[in-house]
């Protein structure tokens, strides 16, 4: 095996670094005979290792499930001429990023609330938390009729006090941005827990201390409680713009990728070629948001987490 | 270009080797011993909504009047895009009901019928056909399809009784339709129904235009499938679709809340007056029936006007229903069985009662009644008079997967009528390709 090889290397390297204390790397020993993996090695085999490899030499391919026509890059080609496609990427682009603002900060305040001595406390976390449990779809059904234009109970609300009744999902400027409220709406639970068991970490002889020197909460909020929640940032952001970059079934549930394309993301672009049958195209997309998503998140998470570690 | 078949079908087989596998679970082959007498079946109705899940309910019930030992289970599923999605999902993976109803034409040759359907050349029922409906359900090697319902139009479904009301007369010209559309305006009354609640039904303006761009061109079809130059909806005629699509919200001629009307709540609008004119399918007629049967015959038909008169009804052939290659034995005899009945007095009787026939029928089996929608009588004097054109979909395998999107995008305004024709030339492209068709590569 390659640990046998590498275990040399590795137990300089982690003795060079020498902040912990050495534990030099054995040759990894196996507790159980070898025939115990089989069947841990044919399920990952059959369910992942030849998909994966399969849809790598689909995505070369015109596809229709039942013949293939190898046709080099020629998905590739198409898909990047496709003009719903730079539509779809601009699209999943602000809304991975609006949502993953918007969960950061929105899930930093409520935790901040959370966390101090409110009446109702535990009530108020559960309450913040129930939308995480939902189904997205079904809360994608929900909001489309609470969200109707014209008998929706928002619009009904609005008209009450005289407000403009917007179309939330039907009119092509707002309907990206309805969704993305909806997906902070449902999201925002799992960034205030993270949040809040960053707050709760922090030990509460700084913030006393703090007191102690008379800073103003406001202070104490930007000097300690910001800078020590970084890790719970990093995570919140990476989870909820991973999670936002190939965010779907909202989407689909909402708008179905509409009015016309304008809520197309990379995923409903993708999840319509499919339904059209494109499946050597759609997979072809598949990789190709494959290698977005990685592209975006392998830097990102490599620097948020050192930051996290510098502090 | 590369083509290496031999190997890429390998791996395909594999492929879907894999699929099968998954799938294997699922299936029930009786394996042991003969065919099992009376096996019980699933049959998957056309959609749905209300008017499919009536008509499937009705039919089994019929059936077990003849057969009482057949047990029947009925499934449902969802109409457009969601549907042709799961229909070619399940026949690929070898989970398909032992009977479903499918569309015929160019969705019904995307099934690869030859390796996934069972024939159905030797049925009794095969001879009955009509000449079109065998020819949108076969493909050169067999016959797989039993016809279900009617055939039906494509055009404008309007209120008879506010066009009687307010003294309008049935358009020919595009310039006629505006003209009555203003007038109805001036009347309080919603001129135009757009219900992209469903998006499908955006489409109707250009689709149910197609017969009189045959009839402009009847060469139009054959140019379109062998992608020659000028057959394009970037030219006329088939242009005229987009710009009457793009034309009726411009003239603010539609319900306010055409973004987000279903197709079944528009109908009620147009059933009970508040509502003149729905560019639609005329199949629909059946949820009329579920939901306002008292409404029924003050809605009436007429085809897609145009700019120069002389307008034509675009018609489109019956649907299908199919047994799946995957069902065998004892389920393949049920199922068969099912189809029979289906075409049988009894059944066309049924067929009459649970969805009003919207046309004329694809089976001698069958007879539109006495009582049929008033909007049948408006049909058939385009066909007595001649002024017909089958729908795109019958005659040219080409169909762009995003049409719903892109005429939504043209009649909310979002696009012209130009983009949208082009931006559907290039959809149309993809799809063409995919497909293998000569001429596009």
Same mark, same amino acid.
């Given at each position: 095996?390659a640990?046998?090889n590498?275990a040399?290397?590795?137990?300089s390297?982690?003795?060079?670094?020498?902040?912990?204390?050495p534990?030099?790397?054995?040759?990894?020993?196996?507790?159980?005979?070898?025939w115990?993996?089989?069947p841990?090695?044919?399920?990952?085999?059959?369910?992942?290792?030849?998909?994966?490899?399969?849809?790598?030499y689909?995505?070369?391919?015109?596809?229709?499930?039942?013949?293939?026509?190898?046709?080099?890059? +020629?998905?590739?080609?198409?898909?990047?001429?496709?003009?719903?496609?730079?539509?779809?990427?601009?699209?999943?682009?602000?809304?991975?990023?609006a949502?993953?603002?918007?969960?950061?900060?929105?899930?930093?305040l409520l935790?901040?609330?959370?966390?101090?001595?409110v009446v109702?406390?535990?009530?108020?976390?559960?309450?913040?938390?129930f939308?995480v449990?939902?189904?997205?779809?079904?809360?994608?059904?929900?909001?489309?009729?609470l969200?109707?234009?014209?008998?929706?109970?928002?619009?009904?609300?609005?008209?009450?006090?005289?407000?403009?009744?917007? +179309?939330?999902?039907?009119?092509?400027?707002?309907?990206l941005?309805?969704?993305?409220? !909806?997906?902070?709406?449902?999201g925002? +639970?799992?960034a205030?827990?993270i949040?809040?068991?960053g707050?709760?970490a922090?030990?509460?002889?700084?913030?006393?201390a703090?007191?102690m020197?008379?800073?103003?909460?406001?202070?104490?909020?930007?000097?300690?409680?910001?800078?020590?929640?970084?890790?719970?940032?990093?995570? !919140?952001?990476?989870?909820?713009?991973?999670?936002g970059?190939?965010?779907?079934?909202?989407?689909?549930?909402?708008?179905?990728?509409g009015?016309g394309?304008?809520?197309?993301?990379?995923?409903?672009?993708?999840?319509k070629?499919?339904q059209?049958?494109?499946?050597?195209?759609?997979?072809?997309?598949n990789?190709i948001?494959?290698?977005?998503?990685?592209?975006?998140? !392998?830097?990102?998470?490599?620097f948020l987490?050192?930051?996290?570690?510098?502090? | 270009?590369?083509?290496?078949?031999?190997?890429?079908?390998?791996?395909?087989?594999?492929?879907?080797?894999?699929?099968?596998?998954?799938a294997?679970?699922?299936?029930?082959a009786?394996?042991?011993?003969?065919?099992?007498?009376?096996?019980?079946?699933?049959?998957?109705?056309g959609?749905?909504?209300p008017?499919?899940?009536?008509?499937?309910?009705?039919?089994?019930t019929?059936?077990?009047?003849?057969?009482?030992?057949?047990? =029947?289970?009925?499934d449902?599923?969802?109409?457009?895009?969601?549907?042709?999605?799961l229909?070619?999902?399940?026949?690929?993976?070898?989970t398909?009901?032992?009977?479903?109803?499918?569309n015929?034409?160019?969705l019904?040759?995307? $099934?690869h019928?030859?390796?996934?359907?069972?024939? @159905?050349?030797?049925?009794?029922?095969?001879?009955?056909?009509?000449?079109?409906?065998?020819?949108?359900?076969s493909?050169?090697?067999?016959?797989?399809?039993?016809p279900f319902g009617s055939?039906f139009?494509?055009?404008?479904?309007?209120?008879?009784?506010?066009?009687?009301?307010?003294?309008?007369? =049935?358009?020919?010209?595009?310039?006629?339709?505006?003209?009555?559309?203003?007038?109805?305006?001036?009347?309080?009354?919603?001129?135009? $129904?757009?219900?992209?609640?469903d998006?499908?039904?955006?489409? @109707?303006?250009?689709?149910?235009?197609?017969?009189?761009?045959?009839?402009?061109?009847p /060469?139009?079809?054959?140019?379109?499938t062998?992608?020659?130059?000028?057959?394009k909806?970037?030219?006329?005629?088939?242009?005229?679709?987009?710009?009457?699509?793009?034309?009726?919200k411009? @003239?603010? @001629?539609?319900?306010?809340?055409?973004a987000?009307? /279903?197709?079944?709540?528009a109908?009620?609008?147009? &059933?009970?007056?508040? *509502?003149?004119q729905?560019?639609?399918?005329?199949?629909?007629?059946?949820? =009329?029936?579920q939901?306002?049967p008292?409404?029924?015959?003050?809605?009436g038909?007429? *085809?897609m006007?145009?700019?120069?008169?002389?307008?034509?009804?675009?018609?489109?052939?019956?649907?299908?229903?199919?047994?799946?290659?995957?069902?065998?034995?004892?389920? $393949? /005899?049920?199922?068969?069985?099912?189809?029979?009945?289906?075409?049988?007095?009894?059944?066309?009787?049924?067929?009459?009662?649970a969805?009003?026939?919207?046309?004329?029928?694809?089976?001698?089996?069958?007879?539109?009644?006495?009582n049929?929608?008033?909007?049948?009588?408006?049909?058939?004097?385009?066909?007595?008079?001649?002024? /017909?054109g089958?729908?795109?979909?019958?005659?040219?395998?080409?169909?762009?997967?995003?049409?719903?999107?892109i005429?939504?995008?043209?009649?909310?305004?979002?696009?012209?009528?130009?983009?949208? &024709?082009? $931006?559907?030339?290039?959809d149309?492209?993809?799809?063409a390709q995919q497909l293998?068709?000569?001429?596009?590569?």
């Amino acid at each position: 095996m390659a640990t046998t090889n590498l275990a040399p290397t590795a137990l300089s390297a982690s003795a060079s670094t020498g902040s912990k204390a050495p534990v030099p790397r054995k040759k990894m020993k196996s507790y159980y005979p070898s025939w115990f993996f089989i069947p841990a090695v044919a399920l990952y085999v059959i369910f992942f290792a030849i998909p994966t490899f399969a849809s790598f030499y689909f995505s070369l391919t015109r596809w229709d499930l039942f013949s293939s026509t190898y046709i080099g890059f +020629g998905n590739f080609v198409e898909f990047f001429q496709d003009p719903q496609l730079l539509n779809g990427f601009i699209h999943t682009f602000e809304y991975g990023f609006a949502t993953s603002a918007a969960k950061v900060i929105i899930g930093f305040l409520l935790a901040v609330i959370l966390t101090s001595p409110v009446v109702a406390r535990g009530y108020l976390r559960a309450v913040i938390f129930f939308p995480v449990l939902i189904s997205t779809i079904g809360v994608g059904i929900m909001f489309k009729s609470l969200l109707d234009p014209f008998h929706g109970i928002v619009n009904a609300v609005l008209g009450v006090f005289g407000l403009p009744q917007p +179309g939330w999902f039907t009119d092509p400027s707002l309907a990206l941005a309805s969704i993305a409220a !909806v997906d902070v709406w449902k999201g925002v +639970g799992i960034a205030t827990l993270i949040f809040m068991a960053g707050i709760v970490a922090i030990p509460s002889e700084y913030f006393e201390a703090a007191r102690m020197d008379g800073a103003s909460s406001f202070k104490i909020l930007r000097t300690i409680t910001i800078p020590l929640t970084q890790p719970a940032t990093a995570t !919140v952001i990476i989870l909820s713009l991973i999670g936002g970059l190939r965010s779907f079934d909202l989407i689909w549930a909402t708008t179905g990728g509409g009015p016309g394309f304008t809520s197309d993301v990379i995923a409903s672009v993708i999840y319509k070629e499919y339904q059209a049958g494109f499946f050597g195209l759609s997979t072809a997309g598949n990789v190709i948001l494959f290698i977005v998503v990685t592209a975006i998140m !392998v830097p990102l998470s490599s620097f948020l987490n050192r930051r996290a570690v510098e502090l | 270009m590369f083509f290496r078949r031999t190997a890429s079908r390998a791996v395909a087989v594999l492929g879907v080797a894999a699929l099968a596998g998954i799938a294997l679970s699922g299936c029930t082959a009786s394996s042991g011993g003969g065919p099992a007498k009376n096996a019980p079946i699933t049959f998957l109705a056309g959609g749905n909504d209300p008017a499919s899940i009536k008509t499937a309910n009705d039919l089994v019930t019929g059936f077990n009047k003849v057969y009482p030992k057949i047990k =029947v289970k009925v499934d449902t599923r969802p109409a457009g895009t969601d549907g042709d999605n799961l229909i070619k999902t399940r026949l690929s993976t070898g989970t398909m009901d032992d009977v479903f109803f499918y569309n015929s034409g160019s969705l019904f040759q995307a $099934l690869h019928a030859d390796t996934t359907l069972q024939p @159905l050349g030797n049925q009794p029922w095969a001879k009955t056909l009509t000449k079109d409906f065998k020819a949108t359900v076969s493909t050169s090697k067999g016959l797989y399809g039993a016809p279900f319902g009617s055939t039906f139009d494509g055009g404008v479904m309007y209120n008879k009784k506010v066009y009687a009301q307010l003294g309008l007369s =049935v358009p020919d010209t595009w310039a006629q339709f505006i003209s009555n559309s203003q007038k109805i305006k001036a009347a309080g009354i919603t001129p135009i $129904l757009g219900s992209f609640g469903d998006t499908w039904t955006a489409q @109707l303006f250009v689709l149910a235009d197609f017969a009189n761009v045959s009839a402009q061109d009847p /060469t139009w079809a054959g140019n379109y499938t062998a992608n020659k130059a000028d057959a394009k909806y970037v030219n006329q005629p088939a242009l005229a679709g987009f710009q009457d699509t793009a034309e009726v919200k411009k @003239l603010g @001629l539609l319900n306010k809340d055409y973004a987000s009307l /279903t197709n079944v709540n528009a109908l009620k609008l147009l &059933a009970t007056g508040k *509502a003149a004119q729905y560019p639609m399918i005329t199949a629909v007629i059946g949820n =009329v029936e579920q939901s306002n049967p008292d409404n029924v015959n003050d809605i009436g038909y007429f *085809a897609m006007p145009t700019a120069n008169g002389n307008s034509h009804a675009t018609i489109w052939e019956a649907g299908g229903a199919y047994i799946p290659k995957t069902t065998t034995g004892g389920k $393949l /005899t049920s199922a068969e069985k099912f189809l029979t009945f289906l075409l049988s007095p009894a059944g066309c009787d049924i067929q009459n009662e649970a969805s009003l026939p919207a046309g004329p029928y694809a089976t001698s089996n069958c007879t539109v009644p006495a009582n049929a929608p008033a909007l049948v009588k408006d049909e058939q004097a385009y066909q007595d008079a001649g002024k /017909t054109g089958l729908a795109l979909e019958f005659i040219s395998p080409v169909k762009g997967p995003n049409l719903s999107q892109i005429t939504v995008q043209v009649e909310s305004g979002i696009s012209t009528a130009a983009q949208g &024709a082009a $931006l559907y030339d290039q959809d149309v492209k993809k799809q063409a390709q995919q497909l293998n068709l000569p001429g596009w590569n």
